[in-house]
């Protein structure tokens, strides 16, 4: 299937996502970050179903006023270069290798 194909008439952002091999859906990814101490939710980026968990992450934590001092997330988070990117922004990044 194409990459970007519009997969809706009324939601022209949706596209097919995979979360694994045979995981599929059609929607949207939202990224969330959360402060443990509080349980407050401080940031919510809504990204194409196609996207890449990694790369959304840099802006949804740097957009945020007070950042946090550590991430824990899963694989799509624990690439080099977003560990690079988190170090450049003062967060330690807790997250599986990949």
């Known amino acids: 299937m194409a990459k970007d194909r519009t997969i809706s008439i009324t939601d022209p952002e949706m596209r ?3 979360k694994s091999k045979h995981g ?3 929607g949207h990814k939202l990224q969330v970050v959360t402060d443990l ?7 919510v980026e809504v990204t194409p179903g ?6 959304a992450l840099p ?10 001092d550590t ?8 690439y080099a ?8 922004e003062q967060v330690k990044v807790i997250a599986p290798a990949r």
């Open 16 to 18: 097919h996502g995979r």
């Open 24 to 26: 599929q859906f059609d």
């Open 37 to 43: 101490d509080s349980e407050l939710i401080t940031n």
């Open 50 to 55: 196609n996207g890449s968990d990694k790369e």
């Open 59 to 68: 802006e949804a934590v740097t957009e945020q006023v007070v950042k946090p």
């Open 71 to 78: 991430l824990i997330g899963d694989t799509a988070y624990g």
């Open 81 to 88: 270069d977003t560990r690079v990117k988190m170090a450049q």
